[in-house]
């Protein structure tokens, strides 16, 4: 009989964690071809402020609310302002990062499927910097809204014609919005918790930050989670035999979790018949 301190070994439908490195590598590659594709869509200001008023329009014409509405709300005071830029400078890419590197230790299956879908989403939004370049709301003079970040700080953006780490002419899709949703997603999914569809807070809460310190339109966000919900359709989640999303089954543990100190997923162990009764 094994001890309980050796080393439990995979089963047949047992997921391994993807090399560490390979991960780092990966993922830091497709930020830098991220970064360096929206930097290579600079140069359309023009254009960019001209499909500002477009849309800007076709807001209007489908009576989407004004973003105004929502930017009048945190006006009210400087600090739910300050708070507000303070939430779009600073969770954005930290809680997506924080996102991965929670599934890829807990439930590298899960961490798998989320990394192609944000990839997947990440890819496409380079493709309309250069076929649709838009100007935010704060640049644009007739939405009357105020650039919140400049104002009241912080800002991570400097003046556009001598910002060399941004493309602030590549306002659809915000990847502010989808990477949120996708963190949302992905929580609930993965996890079995009857609290895990808080985790929507941060979407939504991204959601009013994006609009309310005009750094983006609704339109922008509606894109982000088209984008989104075709990248789902997919890449499917990860499942067991019977076809049924992993996470809605039995949630699956490592040997790490269990004490034995493996880096392989398990499924839990069938309980048999009568068992506790």
Excluded at 72 to 89: I, K, M, R
Excluded at 110 to 118: C, F, G, Q, S
Excluded at 125 to 147: E, I, K, N
Aim: net charge positive; proline share 9%; glycine share 8%.
């Amino acid at each position: 009989m094994r001890s309980q301190s050796e080393p439990a070994e995979p089963g047949p439908g047992a997921i391994a964690r993807p090399p560490l490195v390979r991960e780092l590598l990966l993922v830091a590659g497709l930020f830098l071809v991220y970064k360096t594709g929206r930097q290579l869509a600079i140069g359309h200001t023009a254009e960019a402020l001209h499909n500002a008023h477009r849309i800007w329009d076709l807001e209007r014409t489908l009576r989407l609310p004004s973003e105004a509405g929502v930017q009048s709300a945190l006006l009210h005071g400087d600090t739910l302002v300050h708070l507000a830029n303070t939430y779009y400078a600073t969770v954005h890419f930290p809680a997506t990062v924080a996102f991965l590197v929670w599934l890829y230790l807990r439930r590298p299956a899960h961490y798998v499927w989320a990394r192609r879908v944000l990839a997947a989403v990440t890819a496409a939004a380079l493709v309309l910097p250069f076929t649709f370049p838009l100007a935010p709301p704060r640049m644009l003079a007739a939405t009357g809204l105020v650039d919140t970040a400049r104002v009241y700080g912080p800002s991570v953006y400097g003046p556009p014609a001598r910002d060399h780490l941004s493309n602030q002419f590549a306002a659809m899709p915000s990847l502010h919005f989808g990477w949120a949703l996708m963190v949302a997603i992905g929580l609930i999914v993965a996890t079995r918790s009857r609290w895990r569809w808080l985790w929507l807070l941060h979407p939504a809460i991204t959601l009013l930050v994006i609009v309310g310190t005009a750094n983006h339109y609704w339109l922008d966000a509606i894109v982000a989670t088209a984008m989104l919900g075709a990248a789902l359709a997919l890449i499917r989640p990860p499942t067991s035999s019977g076809g049924t999303p992993a996470a809605l089954r039995a949630p699956l543990r490592t040997a790490a979790t269990a004490g034995r100190g493996s880096h392989v997923l398990a499924p839990e162990e069938p309980v048999p018949a009568g068992a506790g009764r």
